[in-house]
């Protein structure tokens, strides 16, 4: 009862209530909890425009290409064209094709992001078009052209020639169009027609908010990731899937072709051929003799090769042409079982296994969610492992192929969040309550849509479409160990029915079916976020893990971004590493005690929040001396 009294007085006087449940629990750093809150919150001011070195050192020219590495190494051709650099644009209220364009914009930097030589906010109702001219494109006989986009928010309409190819809405997924009956001799016209509600619609927007602060960050919109054309044979390899099974000594391929027509493949793994005949769909078990399993400390990958063409009738007929891609996969496994004492934890490759990770939101001050160059994947990875960590949460964001691709080399886990969406939680449930009562979230049913402002059904279907798309889309890419639909109730519905469709489209990774807040009893893990309180080990029949911990907000003069700093507790420049050195002796600590795995926020500061271990502009290693 006065746990209902505290709840009611919470809800009726907000923020006066607020300080008294606080100033009453004495386990919770009261002080940290109030400022976290920024109930008298100004509006964002930038001090400082930052920047990455690799921005800093990059020739935007006339004729700059941006991001030139081929954009998805999980299944990479040779015949392929990069389209990134400047296009035309115009901002029009309304759909009307405009006539003239507003200058030119470099993609795939969005408006809002200053590399893109635009500095401008696509705003609700407006229309984002993009307009690129292709020259010298030639189809041969037999031959299709495919055009791929890593990813455009948060709605599109591309047109080829005048002709509309296709439509996408989702502002984080890849997909493309054949384009091979639209184009013609000599200029070929592209463009691309962009809407974003950002929050004020229901669609997938991580923390876009049109009024940033706190934690919430620049909206963004438009092309945000690699734009390419591909030549591919009239028969060709549309996906592939490949699950390792490491016990088996077994990698079971399943492969999807353009045509119903049967095939024959051969595939070369480490130079070593099998041959297969077959449909789309068809399954071939590779044999994987003495695997070497990857990991964070030896990821071992295989490299892979796919030829495809049709089947030929005559055994002496060379047949059609063939489609080859390259790739490569790893033998691993993730799971959950019990420790030595019998605690349940967390496995990768069948045995007991800590994963100690960093929250990676992926911002970048002068290309917001776009990397500045593919280096910039590389060093936040490996500085993260140079701090100890080997698993990285990726958060509110799908991240372009090449990111995934470095984890795979370089040995660094990721638990991949789904990209949250719905209407705005009122901020008694996404923030106050779960903090200052924590014992709530496990009596708040998500099946009430209403409360976690998930009323639209046709959004809520769209969220599960994407979802299990995104599952698909990032299933060949070993580094994956784990998967969160749901973060803190943000647009959280039906998490255990969505947790057993995800086991369906994946039954080999862990599910975390709501992090941190509204826990359905289901789902792999005890998930929990303590930013405030003693660090502790809960016990649960499910591994506990500590999905967000830490936050420390240690601003450094030079690199920060607005007058205005966002965190969890503050530190300044020279407590900071023993802050951080004892906070990791602490979490060492409950491992002994039965914790599975931890969470820490963040790999770097983004806008106001400056609990980074990185600086915004990635300039300064808080935990060490740094580069300056």
């Not at 609700?124 to 986009?149: C, D, I, K, S």
């Not at 047109?159 to 997924?173: K, P, S």
């Not at 009024?211 to 591909?230: F, L, N």
Request: hydrophobic share 35%; proline share 7%.
């Amino acid at each position: 009862m006065k746990h209902k009294k505290k709840m009611i007085a919470l809800a009726l006087t907000g923020g006066a209530a607020l300080g008294l449940l606080l100033a009453a629990d004495k386990d919770m750093r009261v002080r940290d909890a109030v400022s976290s809150l920024q109930l008298a919150k100004k509006k964002q001011t930038t001090v400082r425009e930052l920047c990455t070195v690799w921005s800093s050192k990059a020739k935007d020219g006339p004729d700059a290409v941006p991001l030139p590495e081929y954009p998805r190494p999980q299944m990479e051709r040779d015949n392929w064209t990069c389209l990134n650099g400047w296009w035309k644009y115009a901002i029009r209220q309304g759909e009307k094709m405009p006539e003239e364009t507003d200058g030119e914009i470099l993609v795939p930097f969005s408006p809002e992001a200053r590399r893109s030589g635009v500095n401008r906010v696509l705003q609700p109702g407006e229309t984002l078009w993009y307009l690129r001219e292709l020259e010298g494109l030639e189809v041969p006989a037999g031959q299709r052209l495919l055009l791929h986009f890593g990813a455009v928010d948060e709605r599109c309409r591309v047109f080829w020639n005048g002709r509309e190819v296709g439509v996408h809405r989702n502002g984080y997924l890849p997909f493309s169009f054949d384009v091979t009956e639209y184009v013609r001799t000599g200029i070929n016209v592209l463009q691309v027609a962009v809407q974003d509600d950002t929050d004020h619609g229901t669609a997938c927007r991580g923390k876009q908010t049109l009024e940033p602060g706190g934690m919430y960050y620049h909206a963004q919109s438009g092309i945000w990731q690699t734009v390419w054309m591909e030549q591919v044979p009239e028969n060709y390899l549309t996906d592939f899937r490949i699950t390792p099974k490491p016990g088996e000594e077994t990698a079971e391929l399943q492969l999807f072709f353009s045509t119903e027509k049967e095939m024959d493949v051969t595939v070369l793994v480490e130079g070593n051929p099998h041959h297969f005949t077959g449909l789309s769909g068809m399954t071939a078990r590779i044999p994987v003799p003495a695997p070497r399993l990857w990991s964070p400390e030896e990821p071992n990958l295989y490299d892979i090769q796919i030829a495809v063409r049709e089947k030929a009738e005559d055994p002496a007929d060379p047949g059609s042409e063939t489609d080859a891609v390259h790739s490569y996969f790893a033998m691993r496994s993730f799971g959950t079982g019990v420790d030595d004492a019998g605690r349940p934890c967390l496995l990768l490759n069948g045995k007991p296994y800590f994963f100690h990770g960093v929250l990676d939101q992926g911002y970048w001050p002068e290309s917001l969610m776009t990397m500045p160059a593919d280096d910039a994947y590389v060093f936040d990875i490996s500085e993260m492992k140079k701090a100890g960590f080997n698993m990285l949460r990726k958060h509110v964001k799908i991240e372009a192929a090449r990111w995934y691709y470095h984890c795979d080399r370089l040995g660094m886990v990721v638990w991949q969040d789904m990209v949250n969406g719905g209407g705005p939680v009122p901020k008694l449930l996404e923030t106050y309550l779960p903090n200052i009562v924590p014992w709530i979230c496990d009596h708040i049913s998500d099946s009430r849509y209403r409360l976690l402002s998930r009323e639209d059904a046709p959004a809520r279907r769209e969220f599960e479409e994407d979802l299990l798309t995104m599952i698909r889309t990032l299933y060949n890419c070993p580094c994956i160990g784990l998967w969160t639909p749901f973060n803190e109730g943000w647009g959280q519905f039906d998490a255990l029915r969505l947790t057993e469709r995800i086991r369906k489209e994946d039954p080999t990774r862990p599910v975390d079916h709501a992090s941190g807040w509204f826990d359905q009893g289901g789902g792999d893990l005890r998930s929990i976020h303590n930013y405030f309180r003693p660090l502790k080990v809960e016990k649960d029949t499910r591994p506990c893990v500590l999905t967000e911990y830490g936050g420390i907000n240690c601003m450094v003069p030079g690199h920060d971004m607005s007058e205005e700093v966002y965190g969890y507790q503050t530190s300044d420049r020279m407590e900071f590493p023993g802050k951080f050195s004892d906070l990791m002796e602490k979490i060492r600590g409950l491992h002994g005690q039965g914790l599975s795995g931890a969470v820490y926020t963040q790999v770097s500061d983004i806008e106001e929040e400056t609990n980074g271990l990185l600086t915004y502009d990635r300039r300064v290693v808080k935990i060490d001396a740094g580069p300056g």
